[in-house]
């Protein structure tokens, strides 16, 4: 591993710090940054972290608590900086690491936290580590990787596969071995049953903390380890159908053995360990059949994960029984887990990233004009925000971006490629940030961008939403600023009442604070009668959701609307 200067200062300054916050974030807003897409400061075409440092006052108008910056360190880029080749080094594309420090030192200056993307099941097949492991069966790094022999006809060595399609398997002619890859071929896994593997990702881990920064996003952690006997998966069985992608053999198995595996609490515990030293925060990336589960295992006890989120409400399903069934199992599942590990675990929510379909697309109704569009999108950050756990929002959210439409031949994504026309990819949702309605590739960069700009975000470019007090733009900032001093939506627990389709509702209790939220998904005007435990509901204004009000005990509600009520 590369050997770099310590921030020793920013280290001290992270452990003062984490006496008065260590628990900033309870009921945090994180907002996600693809840095490839959000802003380009060297005219290459490409996102840089200058960049991301030009837009720091627009991050800290919008009043979010912290930035989650997905991968920027060094990368072939097979997969978008999702294969790391050096864990301690950015990118050059990106910057580099005084570019990184000045990013850090402006983020804290404006009072933001930052979270950086670690990737550990897995990095690139470019890495050193790799390189070494790969060059024969006798070397210091050989059991770094995942590595098994041919079964006597040649064949992997189970039926183990890749969630970009394919056997999980690639051949190795050097070694005479298969080695295991969850995702493309190029992303080895690491072996992570190997304690020097662990900790030279821990050392990885450490030399961020060192720099200063907050916390970590760990991407896909439920891939930690594998089963060491390399088992079968069973197959999904007679609910195949109802499979999320049918067109992609991943999720014809039951993923009983190639991840989510017991040895993978040990490992969080350790990271918790080391966080904890620096008082450094947490959140991480469950893909699983059990998501809702794990997230509660994962951070139950306060010695594992601070936060951890899953693909429940990133899906399709966008009704009021799936949104209210998630929340309520996660909440179920941290009840069990609270009473075995003593203390209780927390949940993270989001309605999109980059990984999937944006959300105003992939929720929206067919008949939906471009107000309600509007209106719908000021819905969905209301419901997020008084969701029980802390919350992310992905870059374009708050301008109110739908997803893009990228013509084969300008597609990036390998997953797209792979899977056209069935599934186009994720490069959809990547798109570049539009910041000037009327400038060059609205204002993202001087250069042809990566990813073409939809004609269509240009009208959502946020200089024209900075001075509608209408716009979605500007209910973001109205409403994080209103919700940030509501403890009852940041830190307390949630009830749901008895309603049926369009209208969700339930109550966030804080100490003695009482809130009750109740949201219409539909674009018709409906009613909603107040239950008996309700006695009296004052509704709150100042978060900018208008179109609801309480007559007695019926609250009406118009198309999109939502209510706040103290109660």
């Keep these: 591993m590369k050997k770099q200067h310590p921030r020793t200062q920013h280290q001290a300054g992270q452990l003062q710090s984490a006496t008065h916050d260590a628990d900033w974030w309870c009921g945090a807003v994180i907002y996600q940054i693809y840095p490839r897409s959000f802003a380009d400061s060297n005219g290459d075409g490409v996102g840089d972290l200058r960049g991301i440092v030009d837009k720091l006052p627009y991050l800290a108008r919008l009043g979010v608590d912290a930035l989650w910056i997905s991968p920027f360190f060094k990368s072939p880029m097979k997969d978008f900086g999702y294969d790391v080749a050096d864990y301690c080094d950015v990118d050059p594309l990106f910057g580099d690491l005084h570019d990184f420090d000045a990013l850090l030192d402006a983020a804290h200056a404006a009072q933001l936290k930052v979270m950086i993307d670690q990737v550990l099941s897995h990095c690139s097949d470019q890495h050193p580590w790799f390189k070494e492991s790969g060059a024969s069966r006798h070397n210091a790094k050989a059991d770094w990787f995942v590595w098994a022999d041919a079964l006597p006809d040649g064949s992997p060595p189970n039926n183990w596969l890749s969630v970009f399609g394919g056997s999980a398997w690639h051949w190795e002619p050097r070694r005479r071995q298969y080695y295991l890859h969850n995702f493309l071929s190029s992303q080895p896994d690491l072996n992570l049953h190997n304690m020097d593997v662990q900790d030279a990702l821990l050392a990885a881990i450490r030399f961020w903390l060192q720099r200063g920064v907050d916390g970590f996003r760990f991407d896909a952690c439920n891939f930690h380890f594998h089963d060491r006997k390399l088992r079968n998966n069973p197959p999904r069985g007679a ?29 969080l515990r350790r990271i918790r360990a080391l966080l904890n030293t620096y008082g450094a925060a947490s959140v991480g990336e469950i893909g699983d059949e059990q998501g809702l589960k794990l997230m509660a295992q994962y951070t139950s006890g306060g010695d594992k994960l601070h936060m951890a989120y899953g693909f429940n409400l990133l899906s399709e399903d966008s009704s009021v029984h799936h949104i ?16 075995k ?3 209780r675990g927390w949940g993270c929510w989001s309605f999109g990233n980059h990984d999937v379909m944006r959300v105003l697309t992939r929720w929206a109704k067919d008949e939906m004009s471009t107000a309600q569009t509007r209106q719908y999108a000021k819905l ?8 029980a756990g802390s919350f992310c929002i992905y870059q374009g959210e708050e301008l109110g971006l739908t997803e893009a439409d990228i013509p084969f031949d300008l597609l990036q994504d390998p997953y797209g490629i792979a899977f056209w026309p069935d599934f186009p990819g994720r490069d959809g949702c990547r798109t570049p940030m539009p910041w000037l ?13 990566w990813l073409p700009l939809p004609a269509e975000h240009m009208a959502c470019a946020a200089d024209v939403q900075d001075t509608d007090e209408a716009s979605v733009l500007n209910f973001y900032r109205k409403f994080l600023r209103w919700r940030r001093d509501k403890q009852a939506l940041r830190r307390g627990d949630i009830t749901f ?12 209790r804080y100490n003695r604070q009482k809130l009750l939220c109740v949201f219409n998904l539909s674009g018709t005007a409906v009613y909603y009668k107040l239950p008996g435990a309700v006695r009296s509901a004052i509704a709150i204004h100042g978060h900018g959701l208008n179109g609801a009000r309480i007559d007695g005990k019926t609250v009406e509600l118009a198309g999109y609307a939502g209510l706040f009520a103290t109660i």
């Design 380 to 387: 969905l950050l209301a419901l997020l925000g008084a969701l």
């Design 497 to 508: 009442l008895k309603s049926d389709e369009p209208v969700l509702a339930f109550i966030r």
């Design 324 to 339: 209210r069934h998630s929340v309520r199992e996660l909440e179920r599942h941290l009840d069990v887990r609270e009473k």
């Design 437 to 449: 309605a009327s400038a060059m590739n609205a204002g993202f960069s001087d250069a042809q961008p």
């Design 239 to 267: 609910d195949r159908d109802d499979a999320p992608d049918r067109g992609n053999p991943y999720n014809y198995q039951r993923h009983k053995h190639d991840k989510s595996q017991p040895e993978n609490l040990g490992f």
């Design 341 to 343: 590990d003593g203390r």
